[in-house]
């Protein structure tokens, strides 16, 4: 069926909601583009004189499509090459999705993605929904085909999955360059005594090269682990720089809401490390370097004003 104007302009008006809830759910960019990209293929195909609330229907469709595709996706991550990261999103992406609340900046940081790892596709449906999009229980039940009583025990089982992680400290703009200045400053004097100062006793590193790049499989656990090695990592090498094809340089950004340090090589970004802070000190660092998810933060890098690099790594 051929869509009218005010047909498109009904979906594109909520396309911008859509790819956010759908990014949430999937902790994928081009999962979430590709879902909503299915979702208007499913809106040109209905028919639209009989849909009473457009948004709730739209919503639905997105919806139990990322559910399906979380489903598949817990098959593929277990053959996934060693850990398993989202694909962070750097400030100004308008796919992180509203910010109004600290629910809402909670529920898209980079450590609350990761540990919505843990929840059934369901939980993580019914805990976007309602923390990060101010869903009611009840419109929430419609949408998941559950009675209000039945999404209000997953919420709450949601959000006590979630709870077990560390209380993270929100900081704005320039506290959190002032946070990435300290750990690059720390991390590259030589000495590891300057950084393990700035952990939490219980500091936990994990990165992601997806098979494509080298990172450790597993994480790395305690302040002087964690220390000695980022020490190690920005030590420059003649080999690293064959390695990545050029001098790499590191920027102060924030992705997902928290300090991050960008790392970039000829304006193609080759590496995120998003850094989750308390009011204890620096206790989470989780390195993005797969390549097939990071061509997002790219586009926008390069399309924003980004200064002068914190580092030249030649």
Request: aromatic residues 6%; proline residues 4%.
């Amino acid at each position: 069926m051929a869509l009218t104007t005010a047909d498109v302009s009904q979906f594109e008006r909520s396309r911008r909601r859509l790819e956010a809830i759908a990014y949430r759910l999937l902790g994928s960019a081009a999962e979430a583009e590709d879902a909503v990209q299915e979702t208007y293929l499913r809106w040109q195909a209905a028919e639209i004189d009989r849909i009473e609330v457009p948004e709730a229907w739209l919503t639905k469709v997105l919806t139990n499509l990322c559910l399906n595709q979380l489903s598949s996706a817990r098959a593929r991550r277990e053959t996934y090459v060693g850990q398993w990261l989202p694909e962070p999103l750097l400030a100004g992406d308008p796919m992180l999705g509203p910010a109004d609340t600290v629910e809402q900046r909670e529920s898209v940081s980079y450590a609350v993605l990761t540990l919505m790892e843990r929840l059934t596709p369901n939980e993580r449906a019914v805990y976007v929904l309602r923390e990060a999009f101010d869903y009611s229980h009840r419109e929430i039940a419609e949408i998941l085909d559950l009675s209000e009583a039945a999404s209000q025990q997953i919420f709450h089982r949601a959000k006590l999955h979630i709870a077990d992680g560390k209380a993270r400290t929100e900081v704005d703009e320039a506290a959190a360059r002032r946070i990435v200045e300290e750990f690059l400053a720390a991390a590259t004097s030589g000495q590891a005594d300057s950084l393990v100062r700035l952990l939490t006793a219980d500091a936990v590193s994990i990165g992601d090269g997806g098979g494509k790049v080298p990172a450790r499989t597993s994480a790395t656990e305690g302040a002087l682990a964690v220390a000695r090695f980022f020490h190690h990592l920005f030590i420059p090498t003649a080999a690293k720089r064959r390695y990545v094809g050029g001098a790499a340089k590191a920027y102060a950004w924030t992705a997902n809401g928290d300090p991050a340090l960008v790392v970039v090589v000829d304006d193609v970004v080759i590496g995120i490390i998003c850094i989750e802070v308390t009011d204890a000190g620096l206790t989470g660092f989780r390195t993005q370097a797969n390549p097939d998810k990071l061509a997002r933060a790219t586009e926008l890098f390069t399309a924003a004003e980004h200064g002068e690099p914190l580092l030249t790594m030649t």
